[in-house]
């Protein structure tokens, strides 16, 4: 069902969204407090949908071909703050609170814990939690 809103569409605003050839766009999820960034996900339109209308981070899974809420396994969920869109419209930002500071399935704050160093990539940051724990 599509709602209108004085004529328009209420979802016209996924139609600026520049979408890949797969149908996704990348989401770059920044903590609201810190302004770190914390992860980089893609969303489809439905994600990005539910994401905006139930205030958590949706996203699209490229290896299981699903949606996924952030956190739905783990309880680190992304409560979205802000949804942002660039210049180009291709890239989502997400600001947002995470839920027990974790973002990274490796049980580490945030995704990017790898910091080129001498020509190798140095892990720089500690697991905040053993992902078996988390996952089981």
């Given at each position: 069902?599509?709602?209108?809103?004085?004529g328009?569409?209420?979802?016209?605003?996924?139609?600026?969204?520049?979408?890949?050839?797969?149908?996704?766009?990348?989401?770059?999820?920044?903590?609201?407090?810190?302004?770190?960034?914390?992860?980089?996900?893609?969303?489809?339109r439905?994600?990005?949908?539910?994401?905006?209308?139930?205030?958590?981070?949706?996203?699209?899974?490229?290896?299981?071909?699903?949606?996924?809420?952030?956190?739905?396994?783990?309880?680190?969920?992304?409560?979205v703050?802000?949804?942002?869109?660039?210049?180009?419209?291709?890239?989502?930002l997400?600001?947002?609170?995470?839920?027990?500071?974790?973002?990274?399935?490796t049980?580490?704050?945030?995704?990017?814990y790898?910091?080129?160093?001498?020509?190798?990539?140095?892990?720089?940051?500690?697991?905040?939690?053993?992902?078996?724990?988390?996952?089981?």
């Amino acid at each position: 069902m599509v709602c209108l809103l004085a004529g328009r569409r209420m979802d016209d605003w996924l139609d600026t969204v520049r979408w890949n050839d797969d149908g996704l766009v990348p989401a770059i999820a920044q903590d609201a407090s810190t302004g770190e960034v914390l992860m980089l996900a893609w969303m489809d339109r439905q994600a990005l949908a539910r994401t905006v209308r139930e205030g958590v981070a949706v996203y699209w899974s490229r290896s299981r071909a699903r949606s996924w809420v952030k956190g739905e396994q783990s309880g680190h969920v992304q409560r979205v703050r802000e949804v942002r869109l660039d210049c180009d419209g291709d890239t989502v930002l997400l600001t947002v609170e995470q839920a027990g500071g974790i973002a990274c399935h490796t049980g580490r704050r945030r995704c990017f814990y790898q910091r080129l160093d001498g020509g190798a990539w140095q892990i720089d940051e500690p697991v905040l939690k053993d992902p078996e724990a988390i996952y089981g």
